[in-house]
Antibody, heavy 120, light 108 residues
Framework: QLQLQESGPGLVKPSETLSLTCTVS??????????WGWIRQPPGQGLEWIGS???????HYSPSLQSRVTISIDTSKSQFSLKLRSVTAADTAVYYCARHPYSYGAFEFWGQGTLVTVSA | DIQMTQSPSSVSASVGDRVTITCRASQSISSYVNWYQQKPGKAPKLLIY???SLQSGVPSRFSGSGSGTDFTLTISSLQPEDFATYYC??????????FGQGTELEIK
């Protein structure tokens, strides 16, 4: 059974870089059929897609975040990662990693999510 | 960007009721709409993909319809475990996507 697990610091200072990793188990991260994505949810608010990456390292980012976001993939470790630069309190959210088929963007499998708080 | 406008933002209903949630896209997106259910403290769960296809393991009381710009999620007979928040998502330009703002389904 596919499992995704987010990991990383739960507290980040303003202006610094938020870094999270998603570890994939139970399926190959190198599959040509799927994309791997990051989605976030501020407390009490809705879902926001951050970006997605293909095994070939092709990336797609939300226009509102693309100037600050980098998503990378390490197939040897079965992991993909998120870096969000110059964070502010508005970046405080639960961050989810998830998988979707490349042909249609429905997120079938999700990690449990990890809360990242931006605060001094 | 393609915007998704969900309505209502909240709805109160009773067990056994039929409930419909709608989502309107800012431009035509064919059938590239997906629906999710989210319970407090949990990750979203995919219910419907490609507007009307039921995800494996999801009860048949959930159904989706629509194409172009207007889409609906229907729960035919509400069960106690269905009280949650529901989100639509457009994936017309997959992998790029956007979510609706959510509909909170509450017990009357």
């Amino acid at each position: 059974q596919l499992q995704l697990q987010e990991s990383g610091p739960g507290l980040v200072k303003p202006s610094e870089t938020l870094s999270l990793t998603c570890t994939v188990s139970g399926a190959s991260i190198s599959s040509s059929t799927y994309c791997w994505g990051w989605i976030r949810q501020p407390p009490g608010q809705g879902l926001e897609w951050i970006g997605s990456i293909f095994y070939s390292e092709s990336t797609h980012y939300s226009p509102s975040l693309q100037s600050r976001v980098t998503i990378s993939i390490d197939t040897s470790k079965s992991q993909f990662s998120l870096k969000l630069r110059s964070v502010t309190a508005a970046d405080t959210a639960v961050y989810y990693c998830a998988r979707h088929p490349y042909s249609y963007g429905a997120f079938e499998f999700w990690g449990q999510g990890t809360l990242v708080t931006v605060s001094a | 960007d393609i915007q998704m406008t969900q309505s209502p933002s909240s709805v109160s209903a009773s067990v056994g009721d039929r409930v419909t949630i709608t989502c309107r896209a800012s431009q035509s997106i064919s059938s590239y709409v997906n629906w999710y259910q989210q319970k407090p403290g949990k990750a979203p769960k995919l219910l419907i993909y490609s507007a009307s296809s039921l995800q494996s393991g999801v009860p048949s009381r959930f159904s989706g319809s629509g194409s172009g710009t207007d889409f609906t999620l229907t729960i035919s007979s509400l069960q106690p475990e269905d009280f949650a928040t529901y989100y639509c998502q457009q994936s017309y330009s997959t992998p790029s996507c956007t979510f609706g703002q959510g509909t909170e389904l509450e017990i009357k």
